[in-house]
Every structure is written in structure tokens, then in C-alpha cells.
């Protein structure tokens, strides 16, 4: 069974960076499309970028283009979302999530596993 565990919260200032990871356990991560989500309280759930399992292909939310970057290592099994320019609009519980074909989808429905989460709260 396939567990993800995402790394890499905390708290950052706007316009700040910050990166988060997600790692694999129960199984090869290569084999998976994985995407990032995103939820603040009191919102859904949203899809911030995905990543296919070569990495070759990317998809992100218009929120978050220009500023976010996903990209992965299947030598380490990790999975990143790197973030600039952050705004207090971005804090929130942030998800890594796998599926096996990848369709470049940003619906959260459409992912079958699930990371426990990590807080990103942009802050002054």
C-alpha cells in the first residue's frame, strides 16, 4: 500500500520561498502521477500542480503559475513543490496525492493516495 508523508511546512514571511517534499513508502514512487493540494479552513479542497511519472509533464493553477514549481526524483522517491513569492493567500494545509495514469487533472477526487499533510501559514 502506497503512503505518502509530506515534509517541509512552517512559517514564512510574504513574499518569502519555501519547499515541500513528499516521500513514498510501500512503494515506488515513479509509478505515479503525483499532485499537490491545497486547503484553508473553511474551503475545499484545490489542486495546485501535478507532476506525471517522468516528470516530463506539469500542470498548475492559475493562482500558483509563475510562482510554483513541482518537480521530482525518482532516484530518492521524493516528489517537491517549490514556492516564491508567497502570499497570505497560499496559507494553507498543503497534500501531496498519487495516481497511476496521469491526465494532468488537478481534481481531488480523481486521486486515489493521500500524504497526512503539511501547514504553510504566510505570515508577517
Known amino acids: 500500500q502506497l503512503q505518502l508523508v509530506e515534509s517541509g511546512g512552517g512559517l514564512v514571511q510574504p513574499g518569502g520561498s519555501l519547499s515541500l517534499s513528499c516521500a513514498s513508502s510501500?512503494?515506488?514512487?515513479?509509478?505515479?502521477?503525483i499532485g499537490w493540494f491545497r486547503q484553508a479552513p473553511g474551503k475545499e479542497r484545490e489542486g495546485v500542480a501535478c507532476?506525471?511519472?517522468?516528470?516530463?509533464?506539469?500542470n498548475y493553477a492559475n493562482s500558483v503559475k509563475g510562482r510554483f514549481l513541482i518537480s521530482r526524483d525518482n532516484a530518492k522517491n521524493t516528489v517537491y513543490l517549490h514556492m516564491t513569492n508567497l502570499k497570505s493567500e497560499d496559507t494553507a494545509v498543503y497534500y501531496c496525492?498519487?495516481?497511476?495514469?496521469?491526465?494532468?487533472?488537478?481534481?481531488?477526487?480523481?486521486?486515489?493516495?493521500w500524504g497526512q499533510g503539511a501547514q504553510v501559514t504566510v505570515s508577517s
Open positions: 496525492a498519487a495516481r497511476q495514469l496521469y491526465t494532468g487533472t488537478l481534481r481531488p477526487e480523481e486521486y486515489g493516495y
Open positions: 510501500g512503494g515506488a514512487l515513479h509509478v505515479y502521477m
Open positions: 507532476i506525471s511519472r517522468g516528470g516530463g509533464n506539469t
